[in-house]
């Protein structure tokens, strides 16, 4: 394919053949990497077709004039932030004639401090805006990388995911120590 800074400008300019070839190159690609997920094939295309509606969105907005990855890592990782957001939003939704059926397994722990200091964390955690939730779940939980948060986060450079991040887990200590001493 061509030049990523000239794929950009055809995209900014909703250039309909780069669009299609794009959106045709990735597809079957994207289709295979997304069947890890637990989701259908109609789902999983409806995803694909949202992430290159995306990708075109963001090279409107300038997104893609100093991207660092290639096309392919950045389609993908706005895929990949969709599924999860999906996923994320159906498993929340529990029918409430399955409880019945549900199982709830109790984990135990070593020592009642350390029950307290989980659920403290917790407790913590759903104290921060959903940005900052998302952003330490990225970074510690699913252990992406800066340069991955940036580009799914939609954040002009690393150093802005940095400082969030630095933030995020600043307020998550200030919180903490606030239930602590409270």
Do not use: P, W
Request: hydrophobic residues 30%; glycine residues 4%.
């Amino acid at each position: 394919m061509r030049d990523i800074k000239e794929t950009v400008v055809l995209l900014k300019k909703e250039d309909e053949k780069t669009i299609r070839n794009i959106y045709n190159e990735h597809r079957r690609g994207f289709l295979l990497f997304a069947n890890r997920y637990d989701l259908d094939k109609s789902t999983i295309l409806d995803v694909y077709q949202d992430a290159i509606i995306a990708l075109c969105e963001n090279a409107q907005k300038g997104h893609l004039d100093n991207l660092s990855s290639s096309l392919k890592t950045y389609l993908y990782s706005i895929g990949k932030y969709k599924i999860y957001t999906l996923l994320k939003k159906k498993n929340s939704q529990i029918k409430f004639e399955n409880i019945e059926n549900l199982q709830i397994e109790y984990i135990e722990y070593e020592s009642e401090e350390k029950n307290r200091e989980i659920e403290n964390l917790r407790n913590g955690i759903n104290q921060l805006g959903e940005t900052c939730r998302e952003v330490l779940k990225l970074f510690y939980y699913q252990e992406k990388s800066l340069d991955e948060i940036t580009e799914m986060m939609n954040y002009n450079n690393k150093d802005v995911a940095k400082s969030q991040k630095s933030r995020c887990l600043k307020q998550l200590k200030e919180i903490l120590s606030l239930i602590h001493n409270g």
